[in-house]
């Protein structure tokens, strides 16, 4: 018994002091290189793959490998282009959501706005937590499907 209590309390200390780091710039840009590295493992694993069964030969490998870096330049000039429009876009949409408060304000006692205001953060915490959960179960499938041939 005083062994399940003592894991329980390890397990429990152990959960309040993990929840309570931060994270540095340092921590995220060594983060950012590790998944850029992880990345490119990926796409080199996936280009011997396709090698090995196209059988390929290295002037077809070269060649594939400038069409996806050409696409992958061309992908990220769009988004750079676009990268206006969208922050634009953003903050129209934030002026619309202030205008919604100030006009919900007005037509609502100061309890009905707030409890109004209360609903609208806890039903965008559990989209928050749906969207989690999706890419988790995404994630997951992707790795524990076999890939077809």
Known sequence: MKKLILAIA???????????????????QARKAERHQKMQQKHQEHLDQMQKDLN????QVA???SLHEKRKSEMKADFDKNKDAR????????????????DMKKILTPDQYDK???????KMEQRRMAM???KVMKKT???AAPKAK
């Open 56 to 59: 390929l030969n290295d002037s």
């Open 10 to 28: 390890c397990i429990g200390i152990g959960s309040f002091a993990m929840a309570q780091q931060t994270t540095t710039p340092q921590d995220k």
């Open 87 to 102: 922050q634009a876009k953003m903050e129209e949409m934030k002026a619309k959501r202030a205008q919604m408060d100030a």
């Open 63 to 65: 060649q594939i490998k």
């Open 132 to 134: 989690k959960d999706r």
């Open 141 to 143: 499938m992707n790795t």
């Open 116 to 122: 109004w205001q209360a609903d609208r953060k806890a």
